[in-house]
């Protein structure tokens, strides 16, 4: 049996590493809370791209913020899962340990 070489694996674990960087970049998601009252939109590397904010939510500065905050968490969330999604689908066919992804 032929040892597979260091080098190659190496080489591959690298484009691998930037395929999925380039992919997570790719990632676009909005998040609402206040039933629509502020919307955050959010890229792949968790920066917020967009803030809606609906005119009639804008009287109570302390509940603005909570619903700002409450988007912004939601909206990280969708980023996290889906940044996993598309990472379980590059690496699935590696034969990795359930779990270490």
Known sequence: MKMPNMQNM???????????????ALIRVEASAGGGAVTIGMDGQKNVLSVKI?????????ILADLVKAACN??????EAETKSKM??????????????
Not at 10 to 24: F, L, T, V
Not at 74 to 79: D, L, N
Not at 88 to 101: V, W, Y
């Open 10 to 24: 190496m080489q591959q674990a690298q484009q691998m590493q930037k395929r999925m960087q380039e992919e997570i």
């Open 54 to 62: 609906d005119p009639d939510a804008a009287g109570d500065a302390e």
């Open 74 to 79: 939601e909206a990280v969330k969708k980023v």
């Open 88 to 101: 379980s689908g590059m690496l699935g066919g590696m034969g990795l340990p359930p779990g270490l992804i």
